[in-house]
């Protein structure tokens, strides 16, 4: 909107005002161009995000008697570091193999599911791999899985 400035007619020098000056103004934003560029990039952003989601569609077979898992999963992780300082992470914690069987014991104890599952380096030898389990069945756990990456397709 122009401005109007009122100009003061008191200079008395018989020459007479030109009335009311109008002046532009620079302050004000025009937010319709804004505006629809980012109503264009949202359409452009629900467009593309489904497309971004990769995954494999599965479908999972059901089962009367199947039962959903009463705890939280128990990891184990044989990092590549394990043949220099022989220890494994229960967790998020670094455990030595030597009190790794007493560790899962305690860990144990509470719950009902005597299984957990096994984070394995390619690297790590399969003799390793076995001493490593043969600690964890010491440590009472009935069950172990063994996790793998699916290959690259």
Do not use: C, W
Request: net charge positive.
């Amino acid at each position: 909107m122009p401005k109007v400035q009122a100009v003061s007619h008191d200079s008395g020098g018989g020459r007479r005002g030109r009335g009311p000056r109008v002046t532009t103004s620079l302050a004000e934003i025009n937010v319709v161009p804004l505006v629809d560029v980012m109503l264009v990039l949202l359409i452009i952003f629900m467009v593309t995000a489904p497309m971004m989601q990769r995954g494999v569609d599965v479908k999972l077979p059901t089962s009367r008697r199947a039962a959903p898992i009463s705890s939280e999963p128990l990891f184990v992780t044989v990092p590549l570091s394990y043949r220099t300082d022989q220890r494994v992470l229960l967790g998020a914690e670094a455990i030595p193999m030597t009190v790794l069987s007493e560790r899962v014991r305690q860990m144990m104890l509470t719950r009902t599911e005597k299984k957990l599952f096994m984070r394995v380096d390619g690297s790590i030898t399969a003799q390793d791999i076995m001493t490593v389990m043969d600690r964890l069945k010491d440590g009472g756990v009935e069950d172990i899985g063994l996790l793998a990456a699916p290959p690259d397709r």
